[in-house]
């Protein structure tokens, strides 16, 4: 595995002029966010060696090299969820590449239920911590000290300073955020019910698909991190009839996109 990891990050090397301090990833309807990015070198998933192959012909999305706001960065532009059928070492393989191209610091957006019935559609929420109910975990197998420890402590895995910092800017700017906790689960289906209820018993203030396993390795490498959701439905809607599409996730997420990219690029800026 390690051998794959270098031979990547040899070829992304030879691509770009600067080496990325921070890398970004980009949920559900949040890609745009790339766009901002300066002088900006673009590489198709597709054609990286060892990355997955996407299960979705013609849009397996592409890592973004460049500049924002005074720092080189690199974005992912469509990451890789478990629920499309990669396996964990698959999901995560970006953020170990990351590792070898210099990456230190590492922010990760997401689409999410709302669990905390404080939370209205469309509400931001800082992530402070997290609860890993996937069936399989990242770090299972052999450890490699090259990248981590084999017992990684997971009391401080949210940076502090950075969850300060972007709740500054997000005052400054007038944008209101929530601070909550994440729960990570396989997917595909969103929760039921009783799901959504046992969820909040366990102290979640949200819940999705991704994110987690990408937070693990990252964290195991000695990444800093911050993390965000976009809360694109909750799981006691005011319309009960109603039911929540993928479509509709994507379009909250999409209208939230200018306050989460603001609250970014800022963080960015004073990381
Ligand atoms: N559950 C799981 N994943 C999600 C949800 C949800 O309600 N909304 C967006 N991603």
Request: charged residues 25%.
């Amino acid at each position: 595995m390690l051998g794959k990891i270098k031979d990547t990050a040899d070829f992304l090397k030879s691509k770009i002029k600067n080496r990325p301090e921070v890398a970004v990833i980009l949920g559900s309807g949040l890609g745009g966010f790339g766009n901002k990015i300066e002088n900006a070198v673009k590489v198709k998933y597709q054609d990286i060696p060892n990355f997955p192959v996407s299960t979705v012909e013609g849009h397996s999305g592409q890592l973004v090299f460049g500049k924002l706001a005074g720092k080189n960065v690199v974005a992912m532009q469509g990451r890789f969820h478990y629920y499309e059928g990669y396996d964990m070492k698959e999901v995560t393989f970006p953020i170990r590449v990351m590792h070898f191209l210099g990456v230190k610091k590492l922010i990760v957006s997401n689409a999410a239920g709302g669990l905390n019935p404080d939370f209205k559609q469309g509400d931001m929420m800082i992530i402070t911590d997290h609860i890993n109910n996937f069936p399989e975990h990242p770090l299972r197998g052999k450890n490699f000290s090259e990248l981590g420890v084999r017992f990684p402590d997971m009391s401080k895995v949210y940076n502090a300073e950075y969850i300060k910092i972007a709740e500054k800017i997000a005052n400054d700017n007038g944008i209101s955020v929530q601070k909550g906790i994440y729960i990570g689960s396989s997917g595909p289906t969103l929760e039921t019910p009783a799901e959504y209820r046992l969820f909040r018993i366990f102290g979640a203030d949200a819940t999705g698909m991704s994110t987690v396993p990408e937070v693990i390795v990252a964290h195991h490498q000695g990444m800093k991190i911050f993390g965000m959701s976009v809360i694109t439905n909750v799981s006691e809607p005011s319309d009960p009839e109603g039911e929540t599409t993928h479509e509709e996730v994507q379009d909250v997420a999409g209208d939230v996109e200018p306050k989460m990219t603001k609250i970014i690029e800022g963080l960015i800026e004073r990381m």
